[in-house]
């Protein structure tokens, strides 16, 4: 990030960006604060390996201080006191999971815990507070690329709430000029992808040797963004970013469905079987980010293809499930 030692504040360390993020930070020299809640959202184990090399390597370990408990019942402001940047990852993920009785857990954790941090920022001496928002703020745009001044019409619980967690934090930043900034994430993908996301399914099952499922026709289009790309971004951002201002992290990666499961045949060298079934609720058409504003500002510019990730990501595949694979 720069020549000077740095702190930073990671909620949802434990997570996919988070985990990686925290990793990339020590290694340019800084030193991590991370939170975690290990909701059950998925299993424990997952975000336990997530962080495994965090506490035992002696590059990570002693620069990685990990805090289990929940965002909203927390006393941050003696971490927050500690630290020079928050990257406010923790939420509750998920589109298609996010409605009917579901929707409580995501108003807890995606808009009472940000409200809860936002609040505990007042009177620090942060420089920067960084919130992990989501191309689902868009809903189905009526037109493409998506640029941050796109009307917002989100389609899922789960994205209202996202874009009411954007809200909250320019509401901080206009009334307690908290420095604050939002990043709308585009389908961020790579190695510790989360299990409920569709390239982690898929090759999963691959590797496996079972069929796996695909949501409509295949048509529908994505921005897919390396995991590496996003975590750039993110360190971007709290360099760079301007507070009160939001910008597209997406990979320059967009592909239709179809195409990729193509490029899965090429990677896996393997046959498999899958089966179309009706689109979910909450499911968008298209995403495509326009990321002029993120190139300009912080500096952004993705570097890795679609199918160089995909091809990390097998490998990791490969190797976190070869145990199952040998049973």
Same mark, same amino acid.
């Given at each position: 990030?720069?020549?000077?030692?740095?702190? !930073?504040?990671?909620?949802?360390? !434990?997570?996919?960006?988070?985990?990686?993020?925290?990793?990339?930070?020590?290694?340019?020299?800084?030193?991590?604060?991370?939170?975690?809640?290990?909701?059950?959202?998925?299993?424990?184990?997952?975000?336990?390996?997530?962080?495994?090399?965090?506490?035992?390597?002696?590059?990570?370990?002693?620069?990685?201080?990990?805090?289990?408990?929940?965002?909203?019942?927390?006393?941050?402001?003696?971490?927050?006191?500690?630290?020079?940047?928050?990257?406010?990852?923790?939420?509750?993920?998920?589109?298609?999971?996010?409605?009917?009785?579901?929707?409580?857990?995501?108003?807890?954790?995606?808009?009472?815990?940000?409200?809860?941090?936002?609040?505990?920022?007042?009177?620090?001496?942060?420089?920067?507070?960084?919130?992990?928002?989501?191309?689902?703020?868009?809903?189905?745009?009526?037109?493409?690329?998506?640029?941050?001044?796109?009307?917002?019409?989100?389609?899922?619980?789960?994205?209202?709430?996202?874009?009411?967690?954007?809200?909250?934090?320019?509401?901080?930043?206009?009334?307690?000029?908290?420095?604050?900034?939002?990043? &709308?994430?585009?389908?961020?993908?790579?190695?510790?992808?989360?299990?409920?996301?569709?390239?982690?399914?898929?090759?999963?099952?691959?590797?496996?040797?079972?069929?796996?499922?695909?949501?409509?026709?295949?048509?529908?289009?994505?921005?897919?963004?390396?995991?590496?790309?996003?975590?750039?971004?993110?360190?971007?951002?709290?360099?760079?970013?301007?507070?009160?201002?939001?910008?597209?992290?997406?990979?320059?990666? &967009?592909?239709?469905?179809?195409?990729?499961?193509?490029?899965?045949?090429?990677?896996?060298?393997?046959?498999?079987?899958?089966?179309?079934?009706?689109?979910?609720?909450?499911?968008?058409?298209?995403?495509?980010?326009?990321?002029?504003?993120?190139?300009?500002?912080?500096?952004?510019?993705?570097?890795?293809?679609?199918?160089?990730?995909?091809?990390?990501?097998?490998?990791?595949?490969?190797?976190?499930?070869?145990?199952? &694979?040998?049973?």
């Amino acid at each position: 990030m720069n020549q000077d030692s740095f702190t !930073a504040l990671i909620t949802g360390a !434990a997570g996919f960006i988070g985990s990686h993020l925290s990793e990339k930070i020590i290694q340019l020299g800084g030193n991590v604060y991370g939170i975690d809640s290990f909701t059950d959202y998925y299993p424990r184990k997952i975000k336990e390996d997530n962080i495994s090399m965090l506490q035992s390597n002696e590059q990570f370990k002693h620069h990685f201080h990990f805090i289990e408990g929940s965002l909203q019942h927390m006393l941050i402001k003696p971490i927050l006191n500690k630290v020079d940047y928050v990257f406010h990852l923790a939420a509750q993920a998920g589109v298609r999971t996010s409605w009917d009785k579901n929707f409580y857990a995501y108003t807890t954790n995606n808009i009472n815990a940000t409200q809860h941090l936002l609040e505990e920022c007042q009177n620090t001496q942060i420089k920067k507070l960084i919130f992990a928002s989501s191309s689902s703020v868009y809903g189905n745009a009526k037109t493409l690329p998506m640029n941050e001044h796109h009307v917002l019409s989100p389609v899922s619980p789960y994205g209202v709430t996202k874009m009411v967690g954007e809200q909250l934090c320019f509401l901080y930043h206009k009334t307690f000029s908290i420095p604050v900034l939002s990043l &709308r994430y585009f389908t961020v993908f790579g190695p510790r992808q989360r299990p409920d996301m569709a390239f982690h399914k898929f090759m999963k099952n691959i590797l496996l040797g079972r069929p796996f499922t695909i949501y409509g026709d295949g048509k529908q289009t994505r921005d897919f963004t390396f995991i590496d790309d996003a975590v750039t971004g993110t360190i971007n951002a709290a360099l760079h970013g301007i507070p009160g201002e939001i910008y597209n992290i997406g990979g320059g990666n &967009r592909a239709e469905l179809n195409k990729v499961i193509e490029q899965l045949k090429e990677i896996t060298g393997s046959s498999f079987t899958f089966e179309h079934q009706e689109s979910q609720k909450g499911d968008v058409q298209d995403t495509y980010a326009d990321i002029n504003k993120a190139n300009n500002e912080i500096h952004y510019r993705p570097t890795i293809s679609l199918k160089e990730g995909l091809k990390q990501q097998w490998q990791w595949i490969l190797n976190y499930f070869k145990e199952e &694979r040998n049973t």
